[in-house]
């Protein structure tokens, strides 16, 4: 299983970006996604995650900007990030368990910058 992310780029605070991710194949059942981000110099951290049923959890810092949105029959995870932050800087993870694996795509630069 491999997972592809895709979006991201650069923007001037207050600017909105939209990040994708989507697994290689349909034929296997993903429960939880999430999407992670590694600020510069820092550790990565939990952005948004989103169960099979739905449930979502967002860290606080992005509550109210952020939506995070999967299509169960494509395996595809999105992230819509509206009034983007300087600190929301960094690169993009997303991430996927399936049958007690986890997979992560390989990460997409967001650069929130005046």
């Known amino acids: 299983v491999q997972l592809q992310a895709s979006g991201g780029g650069s923007v001037q605070p207050g600017g909105s970006l939209r990040v994708s991710c989507a697994a290689s194949s349909t034929n296997f059942r993903v429960g939880y996604m999430g999407w992670y981000r590694r600020p510069p110099g820092k550790q990565r951290e939990l952005v948004a995650s989103i169960s099979i049923n739905g449930k979502t959890n967002y860290r606080d810092s992005v509550k109210g900007r952020f939506t995070v949105s999967r299509d169960n029959d494509k395996n595809t995870l999105d992230l819509q990030m509206n009034n983007l932050k300087p600190e929301d800087t960094g690169v993009y993870f997303c991430?996927?368990?399936?049958?007690?694996?986890?997979?992560w795509g390989q990460g997409t630069q967001v650069t929130v910058s005046s």
């Open positions: 991430n996927a368990l399936s049958n007690g694996a986890s997979y």
